[in-house]
């Protein structure tokens, strides 16, 4: 008896009285395999829609269950991932990837005829699975009330979750059997790699059974693989990752031969819903590739990182599914409990263009869907950009006709354009599209190893690697397009490049290259272009800087094609290397000048203004020559929106910087130098930030002068942090029994008394007290140095003067 069936009764009536419902149930439980058969079984709902993270567990899900039914998968029980949909009007338990319940909803947003919805291993969090749960919540709350959702995980975030979407959550037991844990450290961590074939031998030494191993890519399995031709010959090695043809998959999953043992090299594809027959051994290299996404290049490269500790858990759980069982974790127990407790969710560190599009189409901005964690301005700056670049939004942000095509073709939004616009250009450009197709082919089998890409082009076309060929099958059968064995007409695969990657046009620089995105790129080592311009279509490495993949570009071929890329203006600025000014005329693509020579326009005053302010936004206020009042009136007007923020508006030297078109720019029409610009006394224009009545209630409240008992009006010192200061000589305040008060007494006036040589004598905020106390001090040793200006006994009750005794 499987676990979760003890827990069933009570999921069915949780599922019956609440729209969601969160099951947290470990590997073995039972939750993806006996649990939606059973509940389509029983009847509790009409038709139920399982999500499951990857097509390799989806796959495998569906013909077990099937095969519990006896029958074919797209009876009862139907199947849809990419390239393969087995569905029937027969069908009540559809098995689904994350993209394809996201198509599901977009086509159809009421899920007609569908009443449950289960998200399986939603603790993997991609954005792919946001987005549609997203959706979903949003179909129930607005459309279906009678739609119900699933979440489901051995390793849930349980208490942020519960109160998240305010649900319950059912709790099951698992299935596994006992798993014994060994820590294996090691000295070096930069050559972990090194350490798992010893240590694969070493497990197989010490125990039975099938070893599955955790790796993080394809690169570090076919390296393993290498190291391990000299086993016993009753051990077979196996490779099992994402990419792989159902044939090669199906036989890593398949159990040993009798009498063999096996050693199955994995990805984390084999970390959840999948069960490999014989398996009690798994060595888990606490490694994963990963997407990282830069912000600064729009890059989003698969970096490794080390796994969390939920994952962990998954991973060790396939040990136990069949029987007691080991796993050996590479490093110490302190390392592995210093992970953190969940990876990082994918909407968080990739880019969320094909997000923000979705959402698009959905009729939404990013900001209202339901997502547990949102993604940051930057990352929604950025996709609004690359999604303009790619004309999939118009320069109002709206979702346009060729943005919507490119949702429902099923491939990277980049791809897709690309596609989509091969497909419309081929009439005028013969051959462009079937070279698409071979790019596309080329870039997601990802065994590129030419950095110039009509030479790796060329090279599969004459001997093409497996992945390429399956790739390059699906997309012939999906498009419909028959090949040829004609040589490949790589003369527009700039353009190609270009209407996917169009942010990656590049520039030479020196010794690296300008993105037109604004970022920098270097040429990777072994990189024999010299061409003033690039297409780049692979990019990655430390910063995410280095060029990969990319072909030669004449950027002004492009203007008939991406002519939105474009944009002629007309620059004015002051150049400070040459100290004069620049006015030219250029054609820009994104950050990339293409052309510049001197303007034909005439230079107005409204242009030079800006050259202006552009120079005072990069030096401040450090541009002007020094202005005391000016400088002092700035801190007054801080101070005044400090205390007082009711009654003045908030003003910042950086604020003031930011906004200097607003208050500045008018002031500076008419200035034709830089030691005009210098010169310029900007007191009266920083003063106009406040109206007239804020103007007055300043000098009261903060005032430049305070008139003195003697009929001086001294300048008060202002500062940001601290007290003000008002440095005047002792005799002048004399009859003055306490401290002035500034800002209705929200500012502390601190008092410099000086001698009648002005050397300072005293600081004082209590001047009452000084008299009663120290002031005896000070008269004594003043009366011998300066015997002819007065000194009185009690000096709180003397007249003031700012003249020596004789002339009082």
Same mark, same amino acid.
């Given at each position: ?19 969601? =419902? ?149 709790? %099951?037991?698992?299935?596994?059997? /006992? ?48 190291? #391990? ?35 199955? #090299? ?6 959840? %819903? ?80 094909? !997000? ?73 450009? /013969? ?47 999906r498009l419909k397009v028959t090949d040829s064995n004609s040589e490949l007409n790589t003369e527009y695969l ?20 300008? #993105? ?39 950027? @002004? ?9 474009? =944009? ?25 000048? !293409? ?40 801190i007054r007007m801080s101070l005044a929106s400090q205390f007082m923020p009711d009654t003045f508006p908030a ?28 010169? @310029? ?73 000086? %001698? ?17 106390? %120290? ?16 000194? /009185? ?16």
């Open positions: 008896m499987l676990p979760v069936q003890n827990i069933y009764q009570q999921l069915v009536t949780t599922l019956q009285s609440n729209p969601i =419902t969160l099951l947290q149930a470990p590997p073995g439980a039972g939750k993806s395999t006996w649990l939606p058969l059973q509940l389509m079984r029983d009847g509790h709902f009409k038709r139920i829609v399982m999500l499951e993270p990857r097509r390799l567990a989806a796959r495998n899900i569906a013909n077990y269950l099937a095969q519990c039914q006896n029958e074919n998968v797209g009876q009862s029980v139907g199947l849809r991932v990419r390239g393969e949909s087995k569905v029937s009007s027969n069908t009540r338990l559809e098995i689904v990837t994350e993209g394809m319940l996201t198509r599901m909803l977009q086509n159809d947003p009421e899920l007609s005829d569908i009443d449950l919805l289960i998200f399986d291993e939603f603790h993997e969090r991609s954005i792919a699975a946001d987005t549609s749960l997203a959706f979903a919540l949003e179909t129930q709350s607005a459309l279906r009330d009678d739609l119900t959702i699933l979440l489901m995980s051995a390793t849930l975030d349980t208490e942020r979750y519960t109160q998240f979407f305010d649900c319950p959550v059912i709790q %099951s037991s698992g299935r596994s059997y /006992p798993i014994d844990e060994v820590y294996i450290p090691i000295k070096d961590e930069s050559r972990w790699l090194d350490a798992i074939a010893p240590l694969i031998k070493q497990a197989l030494n010490e125990q039975s059974g099938s070893a599955l191993v955790f790796l993080p890519g394809q690169f570090e399995i076919v390296g393993v693989q290498q190291a #391990l031709n000299d086993l016993p010959s009753n051990c077979l090695v196996a490779i099992l990752f994402g990419e792989q043809d159902k044939a090669n998959q199906q036989a890593a999953i398949a159990p040993a031969p009798e009498g063999m043992r096996k050693v199955v #090299l994995t990805t984390n594809v084999a970390e959840t %819903s999948l069960t490999i027959e014989g398996i009690r051994i798994v060595i888990d290299s606490g490694k994963r590739r990963a997407a990282s996404y830069n912000l600064k290049t729009g890059v989003t490269e698969l970096t490794t990182q080390s796994i969390s500790r939920s994952s962990a858990v998954q991973r060790a759980g396939r040990a136990g599914r069949i029987e007691s069982g080991v796993v050996y974790r590479l490093g110490s127990k302190q390392t592995f409990e210093r992970r953190n407790s969940h990876d990082n969710p994918e909407i968080l560190t990739s880019d969320i263009s094909q !997000l923000m599009l979705e959402a698009k189409q959905w009729g939404a901005n990013i900001s209202e869907l339901t997502l547990l964690d949102t993604p940051t301005a930057q990352q929604c700056t950025q996709a609004m950009s690359l999604l303009t670049m790619l004309e999939a939004i118009d320069g109002k942000g709206k979702l346009t006709k060729l943005g919507s095509n490119m949702l429902g073709f099923g491939a990277d939004i980049r791809l897709a354009h690309m596609l989509l616009k091969a497909q419309a250009l081929e009439a005028e450009l /013969p051959g462009i599209y079937r070279l698409a197709l071979y790019l596309v082919a080329l870039l997601e089998s990802r065994i590129n190893s030419a950095n110039e890409l009509s030479l790796a082009l060329h090279s599969q076309q004459q001997r093409p690697h497996p992945v390429f060929k399956q790739q390059l099958k699906y997309w012939q059968s700039g353009l190609l490049v270009a209407l996917a990657y169009p942010d990656r046009i590049a520039k030479k620089r020196g010794n690296g290259y300008l #993105l037109a995105n604004g970022a920098g790129a270097d040429l990777n080592t072994d990189f024999w272009h010299n061409d003033d311009y690039l297409a780049i279509a692979s990019m990655g490495g430390h910063k995410g800087t280095r060029i990969f993949a990319a072909t030669a570009l004449s950027p @002004f071929e492009l203007q008939d094609y991406l002519p939105h890329l474009f =944009t002629t203006l007309t620059r004015c600025e002051f150049d400070e290397k040459t100290a004069r000014f620049i006015h030219q005329d250029e054609v820009k693509l994104g950050a990339i000048t !293409l052309t510049s020579q001197p303007s034909k326009q005439k230079l107005d005053k409204t242009e030079r203004a800006k050259a202006w302010l552009n120079l005072f936004t990069k030096q401040g206020f450090a541009l002007f020559n020094e202005q005391p009042d000016a400088q002092q009136l700035l003003i910042s030297e950086q604020q003031l910087i930011e906004t200097a078109d607003d208050w500045l720019g008018v002031y500076l029409q008419d200035i034709k130098t830089l030691e005009q610009l210098k010169k @310029f006394n900007y007191f009266e224009a920083l003063q106009n930030c406040f109206d007239w009545p804020q103007q007055t209630a300043l000098k009261a409240l903060l005032p430049l002068r305070l008139t003195v008992p003697s009929g001086s009006n001294i300048k008060i010192n202002y500062q940001l942090d601290g007290p003000a200061k008002l440095s005047v000589r002792m005799q002048e305040v004399y009859g003055l029994t306490s401290t002035p008060m500034l800002a209705n007494g929200n500012l502390p006036l601190l008092m410099e008394l000086l %001698s009648p040589g002005k050397r300072s004598l005293q600081l004082t905020q209590d001047l009452a007290h000084f008299w009663a106390s %120290s002031y005896r001090d000070v008269q004594k040793e003043m009366k011998g140095r300066y015997p002819k200006h007065f000194w /009185p006994d009690d000096p709180a009750n003397s007249v003031a003067t700012n003249r020596v005794k004789s002339k009082m």
